[in-house]
């Protein structure tokens, strides 16, 4: 594992992971096995689509991606850099 996600698509603005606040919350339950399928696709593929962000002022609300996110933030428990998206 050599912690790597590549960003493969084009964006207007790159944020931190902690900069994203989830709009819907947790509307959605993810299981184990879930967050495991995501892990591998942004492990192989990478990041491929943007987070839709909805900038209200200083806060950054997500309007889709809660699965990436919470996959993204158990990522970065487990030592994974996590890089600007």
């Known amino acids: 594992m050599d912690g790597t996600i590549k960003v493969n698509c084009r964006v207007a603005d790159f944020l931190e ?8 919350g947790e509307l959605q339950k ?3 096995e879930d967050v ?14 943007p987070f839709f ?7 950054n609300y997500t309007l889709d991606g809660h ?4 996959t993204l933030k158990k990522m970065q428990g487990q030592g994974y850099e996590i890089p600007k998206l």
């Open 17 to 24: 992971l902690e900069e994203l606040r989830e709009f819907q």
């Open 67 to 70: 699965g990436r996110i919470l």
């Open 53 to 59: 962000v909805w900038k209200d002022g200083e806060t």
């Open 36 to 49: 495991e399928k995501i892990k591998r696709s942004i492990l192989k593929y990478g990041f491929s689509f």
């Open 30 to 32: 993810r299981t184990r």
